[in-house]
Each structure stands twice: as C-alpha cells, then as structure tokens.
C-alpha cells in the first residue's frame, strides 16, 4: 500500500512558523489583525511640518477655534524650530521602526500562544504620520481581515492620546473602509506585571550605574507628558493611570528608592498638570540631591521627549547643577516588554473568545464627566456593539 501523506502537527506547526516569518497569512485564513495605535511621528525631518499640522488639526487633542484656518498656520510656524530637534536626535522619530518591530515579535509569538485565532497579522495606524489609520483601514480590507483588535500603544488612557486614536478609527470604520470586521479594543493596561517588569529591570540597570552603597540615595523621577489642566478637570483618567503604573512599579522595586512623578513638555500659555520635570530637576539640586534616574513611564518607545527633552535639555542640566543624572531605557526593544504585549493580546482573545469579556472594558463605556464631544459617545457605543 502506498503511504499516504499525513499532516503531522509537527508540518503544520512548520507551515505556521514559515507564514508568520514575514507575518504574511496563509492562503485561504484572513488574519486576527492587531491594530497598534499610536500617535507617530516623523520618520524623517521632511515629514515634520505634516506632522504637526495633522497634529494642531485633532480636534480630540487641541481644540482650536477655526481649527481647519488655525491649524497650518501653527504648524508652519512651530515647523523650523520642531525640525531640528528632530534633527538633532539622528534625523527623525524612531517611533515607527520601533512599532513595527513590537508589532511582529508580538505576533510571532501570539500564534503559539493563542493558535486558536492564528495567523496573527500586526498593523500600525498612526494619528499624525504614516501610516495614518486611513491608509491602514483600507490595507485592512485589501487583506480581507474579518476580526480585528484595536490595541492601544498608549499604557495608560487618556481622551486626548487613546481617546484621539479610536474616535478616528470609529469615523473610518463606519463608512466601512475598513470592510466588514467585528472589532475589540485593547484600551489600557499601565500595571501590567509584564510592562511593570520590563520599567523596572530599566531602572535597576540605570541604579547599576551608581556604587552600591550610594544606590539607595538615588531618587527616581518618574517623568510623564503632561496634560493641560483643562483636559485633567474634564476628569481624563490619564493622571490617575500614570499614578497607579509609578506605584506598580515601585512595589515591583520593594520600595528600594525615594520617588516623585513629574511631567514634561508641556506647550502653550495654559496651565498644565505639574511639577514640571525641568523644575522638579533644579529643586533637587536645590535640596542638595546629587543623584537622580530620570524614567519615562508613558511612553513606550523613544521620540522627541526622550531623546531630546529628557537627553539634551533635562540631564544636560542636572550635569550642570552638579548632579550624576542617568535616564533609564524606554522600551523599544525590550524582549520583556514585547512578551507583555503578546499576554495582553492572547488574553484578550482568548477572554473574547470564551464571552467573559465584551468587545470593550467597562471602565472605556464611561464618558469623562465634563465630556462635551458627542464623537466620544458614538465612539464607545460602535466598539461596545463591536464595530457594528
Ligand atoms: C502619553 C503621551 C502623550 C500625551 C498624554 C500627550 C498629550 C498632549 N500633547 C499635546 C501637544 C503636543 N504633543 C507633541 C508631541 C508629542 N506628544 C507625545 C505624547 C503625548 N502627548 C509624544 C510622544 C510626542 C512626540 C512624538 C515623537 O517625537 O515621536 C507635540 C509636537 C511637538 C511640539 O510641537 O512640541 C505637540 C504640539 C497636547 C496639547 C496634549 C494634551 C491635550
Ligand atoms: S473627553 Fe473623555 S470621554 Fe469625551
Ligand atoms: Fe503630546
């Protein structure tokens, strides 16, 4: 008898491992597409002025009076100045590169954690560079993908970041250029023992630096984009999930080190949420403080703010006031971080997948109290129905 060809689990296994090698589907199976969002920045320094201006044009995160009039006039002129700091950290914003290696590793590994909704294919949708969510919506339909999860790359959620991102992916998907896909949402997850893990083992390297019978001296400044005060009083739940993630962290830490959480590159006249880094830097030298890590906590890769504001201006300052400053790594890379963001992604879908959660969390159905924007309610009632 001739033996006939079987298909051990070992050839599908193998067939699965070469498919995902260039996180291309197999013929036949549309893919669990993983939508990372994020805001984007320019790759390169040319990109810069359409970058801000899509920027100043998001209603969701600077409302403007004539915003569609106001918004290139800003752009161009915050463009020169803009430019070279991009310029000036190596000619653009690594934040692509990056999303896009997180986006395949964590893919690669989701199919042998969750092989139930495999193959997983990752997708970048940008807010303010490309690849914008309307190009990744349409990418998204070319590639017949049926299911999809909106993942914020955001830790913890903010009206004005994550908020921003899924209001336009609900306009796009409406219309359906995205086709016909039953979407979930992945909207935060700032105390994540993965993610918790990953700050922490950044910061113990950046305490290495110092002698062992000096490390404990050392405060960590936690540092966080600030928020204007008037998206705080909204109630944004921003402050209070940066807060909750500094103190996961420290717990993971023991509580080895003093610690405050201060908050960066704010922009405008307005008042900010505070203490600014830049102050809370001069204060310590003040209080004769010599040494200090300095940790970015909502941000998972490096861009303007790391690179330039924390690197060039902030340390370069401390040096000044005599103090021995280091930053702790962003993420990036981190193969600690990336096996995070495949248990969030697998236990999603596996919890979707079995109807103990919804296509949403609760906390996401909860407008902010002093939300006037009627796109946030749509919004949150699209996902909850699962883009339907
Ligand atoms: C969690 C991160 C961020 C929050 C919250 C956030 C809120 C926020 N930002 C602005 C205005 C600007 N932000 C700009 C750049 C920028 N913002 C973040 C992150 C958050 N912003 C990043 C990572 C970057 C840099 C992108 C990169 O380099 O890759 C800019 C442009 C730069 C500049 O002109 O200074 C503006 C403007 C507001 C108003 C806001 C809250 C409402
Ligand atoms: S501004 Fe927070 S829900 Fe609308
Ligand atoms: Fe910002």
């Not at 915003?67 to 690594?94: F, V, W």
């Not at 023992?193 to 001296?217: D, H, M, T």
């Amino acid at each position: 008898m001739v033996p006939v060809p079987r298909t051990t689990a070992l050839t599908r296994s193998l067939a699965r491992s070469l498919a995902t090698l260039n996180n291309a589907p197999p013929k036949g199976k549309s893919p669990t597409a993983i939508v990372m969002l994020n805001m984007g920045g320019p790759s390169t320094v040319p990109e810069t002025h359409d970058f801000l201006k899509n920027l100043f044009l998001d209603g969701d995160l600077i409302p403007l009076p004539f915003q569609s009039i106001l918004a290139p006039i800003i752009a161009k002129r915050r463009t020169p100045q803009i430019e070279k700091q991009y310029e000036d950290i190596g000619g653009g914003s690594p934040i692509l590169h990056y999303t896009k290696l997180q986006g395949e590793r964590m893919a690669q590994l989701l199919d042998e954690l969750h092989p139930e909704t495999a193959p997983h294919k990752s997708y970048v949708a940008f807010r303010y560079a490309k690849p914008l969510t309307d190009e990744t919506a349409r990418q998204l339909k070319a590639d017949g993908v049926k299911r999809a999860v909106a993942f914020t790359q955001y830790p913890q959620y903010s009206c004005s970041t994550t908020g921003s991102s899924l209001n336009e992916l609900y306009r796009r998907g409406k219309t359906g250029e995205a086709g016909d896909i039953e979407w979930s949402v992945i909207d935060r997850w700032g105390t994540h023992p993965g993610f918790v893990e990953a700050v922490a083992q950044n910061i113990e390297r950046a305490l290495a630096k110092y002698p062992p019978e000096k490390r404990s001296e050392t405060v960590l400044l936690f540092s966080a984009h600030s928020l204007p005060m008037s998206v705080v009083n909204r109630g944004d739940p921003y402050v209070m999930e940066v807060s909750a993630s500094v103190s996961a962290v420290m717990d993971r830490l023991g509580h080895s080190n003093p610690y405050r959480l201060v908050w960066q590159s704010q922009v405008g006249p307005s008042a900010w949420m505070g203490p600014q880094t830049s102050d809370a830097i001069k204060g310590l030298a003040r209080l004769g403080k010599k040494q200090v890590v300095l940790i970015p906590i909502a941000f998972t890769s490096d861009h303007i703010e790391t690179l330039y504001e924390l690197d060039l201006e902030y340390v370069k300052e401390g040096k000044e006031l005599g103090m021995e400053i280091y930053r702790a790594e962003s993420l990036n890379d981190s193969p600690v971080f990336i096996r995070a963001l495949a248990d969030l992604a697998a236990t999603h879908l596996r919890d979707y997948s079995s109807g103990k959660i919804g296509p949403t969390s609760i906390q996401l159905g909860l407008r902010c109290p002093g939300c006037t924007n009627a796109t946030c309610g749509a919004q949150k009632s699209w996902f909850a129905r699962g883009g339907r």
